[in-house]
């Protein structure tokens, strides 16, 4: 079992930055992936960006170039880095982490970038 908490969220105007944090329950050595996923209104819920233990990263063509994941092992942390954000990145952030055949979900994050 693994508790995932996820801070950062907020109102920023389109051009701003946030950093989103994930904190996982257990040392995330020992999760194979984990990643921020969003989900606006009236719309499915995407990858926006993974990691994995290997430290591949993965990022949706949307933000390629805007957005950086990363981790502090020493707080079991993976924090999504957001740059030049647009309205269209408005969305509830949540983070995954797999550890296979299971996966974890945060309660997710509100990210409002006002235009």
């Known amino acids: 079992q693994v508790q995932l908490v996820e801070s950062g969220g907020g109102l920023v105007q389109a051009g701003g930055s946030l950093r989103l944090s994930c904190t996982a329950s257990?040392?995330?050595?020992?999760?194979?992936?984990m990643g921020w996923y969003r989900q606006a209104p009236g719309k499915q819920r995407d990858m926006v960006a993974s990691?994995?233990?290997?430290?591949?990263?993965n990022y949706a063509e949307s933000v390629k170039g805007r957005f950086t994941i990363s981790r502090d092992y020493a707080k079991n942390t993976v924090s999504l880095q957001m740059n030049s954000l647009k309205p269209e990145d408005t969305a509830v952030y949540c983070c995954?982490?797999?550890?296979?055949?299971?996966?974890?979900w945060g309660q997710g994050t509100q990210v409002t970038v006002s235009s």
């Open positions: 990691l994995t233990s290997s430290a591949s990263t």
């Open positions: 257990k040392n995330i050595f020992t999760i194979d992936h």
């Open positions: 995954k982490a797999e550890t296979p055949p299971y996966a974890y």
